[in-house]
């Protein structure tokens, strides 16, 4: 089956037209994924694993083989992208026929095909939160221009990631001095832990 990629330059161009203030987390995100199985020249499948707190979850997948791999209802308890999403560090996997870091994922992995892996942390504001995974079913699909093509994905989704974690700081901070300012007076300075002024 023929596969032509994408020109990673317009994929690019193409994500920077997202609106990241209009557009949901979860749709960017999936348009990376989407994404990342146009622009490389072997066909691949894609996911985007995040924590929330010590629960990790799949954010968005492109092809059921990186689901079934990186679904922590599913996957093993270590691995890669686990690795990836709590270090922030770029994680190959070149070929899975000799893979020994990793054994019950790596068994895992074979038992559905895959041939060859990559996994890249994304950090956001000085914390690692998640892993964009990237497989393919041949042995060897990833050299070093090809990761360094995953590598400004995995920045995109994370530029989005810390774009989503700031709309909802501010949104929380508004919450909060709106609920701070509709209090009466006596009832902002008992919740201060203090007493209203007197007069």
Known sequence: MTHSPMDPTDAFTELGRVALG??????????????????????????????????????????????????????????????????GAVLSVPDLGIENRWPEWGERARSIGVGSSVSIGMPVQEAVVGALNVHARTPLAFDDDTITVLETLAAYAAVALANARLCDSTASLARQLHEATSLPISSRAAAAGGQPARR
Do not use: N
């Open 22 to 87: 209009e557009t949901s987390l979860d749709d960017v995100l999936q348009h990376v994924a989407e994404m990342g199985q146009r622009v490389l020249p072997v066909p691949v499948e894609v996911s985007v694993t995040l924590f929330r707190g010590e629960a990790a979850h799949i954010a968005a997948s492109a092809g059921d083989l990186a689901f079934d791999l990186d679904e922590p209802r599913y996957a093993p308890r270590s691995g890669p992208c686990l690795d990836a999403a709590t270090t």
